[in-house]
């Protein structure tokens, strides 16, 4: 499958592969699927609990690619988890403020993951406010 890799700035064509190894490490993934790119070893996983559990989450990141993405969901998660706004709210107002469907697996920047945590937090607070 082709799937857009943030490090090699291509489409690159990925293989399919397991938790086994990606995290040789962590027996509870062990049976998840993965997407890799055998060019830069990077790696993205799967929406494994629908249909089609081999549906890539989104484009491959790089490590920094893979904190940006974290950060973002170590912020912004707690917002609608703790009621301070609605997830479907907030993830429509991300999605009108970058111009696409948000979702955390398209981030590619730790300028993107910053922004949208900057956005998020603003939201919030302007809801506060009123």
């Known amino acids: ?13 990925c293989r399919l592969t397991d938790g086994r190894e990606i995290y040789p490490h962590r027996k509870d ?3 998840l699927p993965f997407w890799k790119c055998d060019t830069c070893g990077n790696y993205v996983g799967c929406h494994h609990k629908t249909d089609n559990r081999t ?10 690619t893979r904190k940006a ?11 609608w988890s703790k009621g301070l706004i609605g997830r479907k709210e907030l993830y429509g107002k991300l999605s ?9 697996a398209n981030i590619t920047t730790m300028d ?16 506060e406010v009123k």
């Open 1 to 13: 499958m082709k799937i857009f890799c943030n490090a090699c700035k291509i489409k690159a064509e």
């Open 29 to 31: 993934l062990a049976a």
């Open 55 to 64: 549906n890539p989450l989104g484009t491959i990141p790089t490590e920094e």
């Open 69 to 79: 993405r974290s950060m973002v969901h170590r912020h912004i998660d707690p917002m």
């Open 96 to 104: 009108a403020h970058i111009g696409k469907t948000y979702h955390t």
């Open 112 to 127: 993107e993951a910053i922004d949208i945590c900057t956005f998020a937090t603003r939201l919030v607070e302007l809801k």
